[in-house]
């Protein structure tokens, strides 16, 4: 591959915005001393990354909170904010 592009790795990932926590988080792995996944010859650290990502060596880790809906989050976080501590619903 000479040159990765961003459309090489939204192949493998579901936006732009995953795309940009993925890399970050690899970079950072990578400067930690993680072993690289593909051969990297003089690349940088970002460059290393995304190529990663595009080989679909790298994967997103998705749990249970990130699949529900923001609108069903908002309100389950609404919710906790407008409880006490015994549960019951704050007097406004």
């Known amino acids: 591959m000479a040159r990765v592009t961003i459309e090489d790795c939204l192949k493998n990932v579901p936006s732009r915005f995953a ?11 990578i400067r930690e001393g993680s072993d690289f996944l ?12 995304l190529r990663e990502i595009a080989a679909n060596r790298v994967r997103m880790k998705i749990n ?19 409880r006490n501590n015994d549960g019951q619903l704050k007097k406004t």
């Open 19 to 29: 795309l940009v926590h993925m890399a970050a988080q690899r970079v950072r792995q």
């Open 38 to 49: 593909i051969k990297s010859s003089k690349n940088e650290d970002v460059v290393t990354a």
């Open 64 to 82: 249970d909170e990130q699949l529900k809906s923001p609108a069903k989050r908002a309100d389950e976080s609404l919710n906790r904010s407008s």
